[in-house]
């Protein structure tokens, strides 16, 4: 279960190759990675809000030594940021796939294409507001689960 929560596309040839029959093999992969969704979603919930609300804006320095070098330091970084490279190709993809797929795209592909956190962390930042997130990733984490563990299944016992 734990495998499929971090890998969900191999987790039926590990479940193989240790002896699992079909069926168990099938819950170990739902379960695994039905926790691990919702583990990772309402985790990111918690640091989302933490980031937002609790991120301190300004540090209070007693000496005016410290104060100096705290002012000096957050004006060179500053500038550093502004010269900073914007988009790399990593950010563009990512930007892509969001716009273009949307969270039905990013819900029908996180289980096989990336993983079940990534997909869980991105579908908590950009679609967390919308009630159908957490009902339409399990039904899919079912739908794959199937798919996967019969494509693996037939594959792996007909060698």
Request: hydrophobic fraction near 45%; glycine fraction near 6%; charged fraction near 20%.
């Amino acid at each position: 279960m734990l495998f499929a929560g971090l890998k969900f596309f191999f987790t039926p040839v590990y479940a193989f190759n240790i002896g699992l029959d079909f069926w168990s093999s099938y819950l170990a992969l739902i379960l695994g990675g039905g926790i691990s969704f919702l583990l990772v979603y309402y985790a990111t919930e918690l640091f989302l809000v933490y980031v937002r609300h609790f991120k301190p804006r300004e540090v209070k320095v007693d000496s005016n030594r410290t104060r100096l070098y705290y002012r000096n330091w957050k004006k060179k970084r500053e500038i550093k940021r502004q010269n900073k490279k914007k988009f790399t190709k990593r950010n563009k993809r990512m930007v892509h796939i969001r716009r273009d797929w949307g969270m039905w795209g990013l819900i029908v592909s996180s289980p096989v294409l990336l993983s079940i956190p990534v997909g869980a962390v991105l579908l908590r930042k950009y679609y967390g507001h919308r009630k159908r997130t957490i009902p339409s990733m399990l039904v899919y984490l079912l739908v794959w689960g199937l798919v996967l563990n019969t494509v693996y299944w037939f594959v792996l016992s007909c060698f």
